[in-house]
C-alpha cells in the first residue's frame, strides 16, 4: 500500500493570485478529509468526503475555497484570491469505513502554503 | 477551534524516562485517538480507544480515557529520543472522521 500523497509539498504565491492541492489517498479509501494547520496549533478539519460525495464543510471554508473529488478518488482543493491569512499547512487525510466504524486517520506530508 | 486542551504544551525529559500528557475535551465523543508528529511532517496515528474503553496497550504506549471526567492521557514508557515529536489528541464525536484536535503537546527526549 503506498500512503496518501499530497502535491505540491510547498507552494509559494502572491496575494490574490489562485492555488490549488490535489491529494491521491491510500486505494479503496473511502473517506478522504482535508484539514488546515496553523504554527503551533493543532490541525482543524476543513471538508470530508465519501466517495465522491461532500458530506461535511466548516465555517472555516470560506467561499474562495472549493474541494472536490470527481471520481472517488483523488480530491483536489482549490483556493482562489489567496490573503495571507491562508498561509499555512493543508493536509488530506483518508480512512476506510468498516461497517459503521471510521476508525484511523492516514494523513499524507501536507502542502505548504506561503501568501507573501 | 480546537476541541480541549492539552496538558503540558511542552515536555523535555531524559531517554528512558516515562511521558505522560494529558488531554481534555468538552463534547461527547465516540472515540479518541492519539497522533504524532514530527516538525514539518504529517500526522501518524498511534492508537484508537473508543467511548467505552478504560485503557488500551499498544507497545511502549498506554491510553486512559475517563468520559466523566472528559480527559484522556497517553503514557509513553522508556522513552527514546526518536520520541521526540509533538502529539496531539483528536476527538470525534460522530464516527464521521470528523477529528478535533487539541493545540498538542511537544516532547523533547535528550539522549
Known amino acids: 500500500d503506498t500512503g496518501v500523497s499530497q502535491d505540491p509539498r510547498h507552494k509559494i504565491t502572491k496575494r490574490g493570485q489562485n492555488v490549488t492541492f490535489r491529494c491521491d489517498p491510500i486505494?479503496?479509501?473511502?473517506?478522504l478529509y482535508w484539514y488546515r494547520q496553523t504554527l503551533g496549533q493543532g490541525p482543524e478539519f476543513l471538508t470530508y468526503f465519501q466517495n465522491e460525495a461532500q458530506l461535511e464543510k466548516s465555517r472555516l471554508l470560506s467561499d474562495r475555497f472549493s474541494a472536490e473529488r470527481p471520481k472517488g478518488s483523488f480530491s483536489t482543493l482549490e483556493i482562489q484570491r489567496t490573503e495571507q491569512g491562508d498561509s499555512a499547512m493543508y493536509l488530506c487525510a483518508s480512512s476506510r469505513i468498516s461497517g459503521s466504524f471510521t476508525g484511523e486517520l492516514f494523513f499524507g506530508e501536507g502542502s505548504r502554503l506561503t501568501v507573501l | 477551534s480546537q476541541q480541549g486542551e492539552e496538558d503540558p504544551q511542552a515536555l523535555s525529559i531524559q531517554e528512558g524516562e516515562n511521558a505522560t500528557m494529558n488531554c481534555s475535551y468538552k463534547t461527547s465523543i465516540n472515540n479518541l485517538q492519539w497522533y504524532r508528529q514530527n516538525s514539518g511532517r504529517g500526522l501518524v496515528h498511534l492508537i484508537l480507544?473508543?467511548?467505552?474503553?478504560r485503557e488500551k496497550h499498544s507497545g511502549r504506549l498506554r491510553v486512559t480515557l475517563d468520559t466523566s471526567k472528559k480527559s484522556s492521557s497517553l503514557l509513553i514508557t522508556a522513552s527514546r529520543a526518536a520520541d521526540t515529536a509533538s502529539y496531539f489528541c483528536a476527538t470525534d464525536g460522530g464516527n464521521t472522521g470528523k477529528l478535533i484536535f487539541g493545540q498538542g503537546t511537544t516532547l523533547q527526549v535528550k539522549p
Open positions: 486505494s479503496e479509501h473511502n473517506r
Open positions: 480507544i473508543r467511548s467505552n474503553e
